[in-house]
């Protein structure tokens, strides 16, 4: 899947605008978000002022800076014998450059070949890239062999965010709203624009007992949600301040109603973060013993603590778990033109779920899998904006979505799936996901079945123009989603997310 770069992706959604200029009878907008004919968005709020948040700030720099061609300064080959030591050597060194006023140090280019893989390389500086020669088998090939789970590819910096001291203010609005980018705060004397800030949503026990979390019908190993386990932390930053109202780079996207949470907002640094790290045209391969086979390859590449990095145009075949996985500190990385093909293993929980994401403001964008169990899925606690957008996937072996205990704003764009897609509350599953996610919309998706629920309160979720069939889920007592269109073609704009992100760059 090579065909969609980003900017032929935003031509394509500026003809389909010119077109409907014209307007053929068969197009249909939502009640929700309405293209006009120069290409502009207005949004339709609910009762409270709730609105589908603007998700085209997501990726590597906020989709605002191409993914740049990083300059070769160091190339290697396989000799069959000690490829990775081979392969860590180059990091390493590369590793130790200086970077440039753009913090990038240079690419690794990993000639045609096969390099075999026996642990993991660990790349842990910003500003290298390794880039091979094809994701074909005829390409650069990097092969997990031997024994045991792990990760092929770590990518991944130190620490964690740590609060500005005297920085904690209170946000004083009686209710923001859903898609807004701007707060009020009791003080904002401490802040300046481009300062990175926590907006923070401390947990509360009534919000859980109104979401009925702390009800899930128990089994052996379920656990009731705890307060002090849902502080919800989504990583802003300040663009401009009016006063004491400060704009944000992203939008809320889970409504701050002081019923259930002392929002606040505060400063942070991640010192340890890296950035500017990337994968290019690599295969990634596993070996295995056979299609149950548990003690092998894990992760093709894993990401954590980075923002600002990327992969594209690679593929992996026979791991476990996933072709990307990015933790709950990866940030504004950008996953595009790539596959997760054919994984070994029990299918069972905790098992291939072939792009992961457990960060914020991620992208992924333009993918291919089969046989997997979660292919475009989110862990708990994912906070947004994060967007999955136009993926295949075929011999689904569970569901596509949100996965448990609370992702917060995820669009699943033009998802093509020959299994289900599900938000919902999953009641005692797993050790008691429960609700699954809130403001998580699919836009333009094609699925066997889908199962569309909104939690008691916070938010609603969305099915907007889905090609499938709709059913009740795991429990048929739950409040149904917002549904527009089910099985109406030619939503316009078909795409969310480009319409979006063409929008703003007028």
């Known amino acids: 899947m090579r065909s969609l770069n980003i900017y032929t992706a935003i031509f394509t959604i500026l003809l389909s605008t010119c077109a409907f200029k014209i307007a053929t009878e068969s197009q249909w907008q939502s009640k929700l978000?309405?293209?006009?004919?120069?290409?502009?968005?207005?949004?339709?709020?609910?009762?409270?002022?709730?609105?589908?948040?603007?998700?085209s700030y997501v990726g590597y720099h906020h989709g605002n800076t191409q993914i740049p061609e990083?300059?070769?300064?160091?190339?290697?080959?396989?000799?069959?014998?000690?490829?990775?030591?081979?392969?860590?050597?180059?990091?390493?060194?590369?590793?130790?450059?200086?970077?440039?006023?753009?913090?990038?140090?240079?690419?690794?280019l990993l000639k045609r070949g096969i390099?075999?893989?026996?642990?993991?390389?660990?790349?842990?500086?910003?500003?290298?890239?390794?880039?091979?020669?094809?994701?074909?088998?005829?390409?650069?090939?990097?092969?997990?062999?031997?024994?045991?789970?792990?990760?092929?590819?770590?990518i991944n910096g130190q620490g964690k965010p740590a609060s500005v001291?005297?920085?904690?203010?209170?946000?004083?609005?009686?209710?923001?709203?859903?898609?807004?980018?701007?707060?009020?705060?009791?003080?904002?004397?401490?802040?300046?624009?481009?300062?990175?800030?926590?907006l923070y949503y401390p947990g509360s026990q009534n919000w859980i007992s109104d979401l009925k979390m702390d009800q899930i019908e128990a089994r052996k190993g379920t656990k009731q949600w705890q307060a002090e386990e849902y502080n919800l932390a989504f990583q802003r930053e300040i663009t401009k301040i009016e006063g004491d109202k400060l704009w944000l780079d992203n939008p809320v996207v889970m409504e701050i109603n002081p019923k259930y949470t002392a929002a606040q907002v505060y400063a942070y640094t991640f010192s340890g973060r890296i950035s500017e790290s990337g994968v290019e045209n690599i295969y990634?391969?596993?070996?295995?013993?056979?299609?149950?086979?548990?003690?092998?390859?894990?992760?093709?590449?894993?990401?954590?603590?980075?923002?600002?990095?990327?992969?594209?145009n690679i593929t992996a075949v026979h791991f476990g778990y996933a072709a990307?996985?990015?933790?709950s500190q990866a940030k504004n990385i950008t996953v595009r033109d790539s596959r997760c093909l054919d994984p070994k293993s029990i299918i069972t929980g905790s098992r291939r779920y072939s792009f992961n994401n457990d960060g914020q403001l991620n992208l992924f964008m333009n993918m291919e899998t089969t046989y997997g169990r979660h292919d475009y899925v989110t862990g708990a606690k994912t906070l947004g904006p994060n967007v999955f957008f136009n993926g295949k996937t075929r011999q689904s072996q569970s569901d596509i979505g949100p996965h448990h205990r609370w992702a917060v704003g995820t669009l699943y764009d033009n998802i093509d799936t020959d299994g289900d897609i599900d938000i919902q509350d999953?009641?005692?599953?797993g050790s008691g996901h429960g609700w699954s996610g809130v403001t998580q919309i699919l836009w333009n998706c094609k699925a066997k079945r889908?199962?569309?629920?909104?939690?008691?309160?916070?938010?609603?979720?969305?099915?907007?123009?889905?090609?499938?069939?709709?059913?009740?889920g795991r429990f048929t007592d739950r409040p149904d989603g917002f549904w527009e269109g089910q099985n109406k073609r030619n939503l316009n704009p078909s795409s969310l997310y480009l319409a979006q992100l063409a929008a703003r760059k007028k």
Request: hydrophobic letters at 30%; aromatic letters at 8%; charged letters at 20%.
């Open 324 to 327: 990307v996985s990015l933790g």
């Open 115 to 154: 390099y075999k893989i026996p642990g993991t390389l660990q790349l842990q500086a910003g500003g290298v890239v390794l880039r091979g020669e094809g994701d074909q088998k005829e390409g650069t090939r990097l092969i997990a062999t031997g024994k045991g789970q792990r990760s092929l590819l770590k």
């Open 426 to 429: 999953r009641g005692n599953y």
């Open 33 to 55: 978000v309405h293209i006009k004919s120069d290409g502009s968005l207005t949004y339709t709020p609910d009762e409270k002022g709730n609105q589908i948040p603007d998700f």
């Open 450 to 472: 889908a199962a569309v629920q909104s939690p008691w309160v916070s938010g609603l979720n969305y099915a907007i123009g889905l090609q499938g069939q709709k059913y009740p």
């Open 70 to 108: 990083v300059k070769v300064v160091k190339s290697i080959a396989p000799d069959g014998t000690n490829d990775q030591q081979i392969i860590q050597q180059a990091i390493d060194e590369v590793s130790k450059l200086q970077p440039d006023k753009n913090g990038i140090r240079g690419a690794i």
């Open 165 to 198: 001291e005297k920085t904690r203010t209170n946000i004083t609005n009686n209710y923001v709203g859903t898609g807004s980018f701007s707060v009020n705060v009791q003080n904002a004397s401490q802040f300046h624009a481009g300062d990175q800030v926590i």
């Open 284 to 312: 990634f391969e596993s070996e295995f013993q056979g299609d149950t086979d548990e003690d092998h390859g894990w992760i093709a590449i894993d990401f954590n603590n980075i923002e600002n990095g990327w992969v594209r």
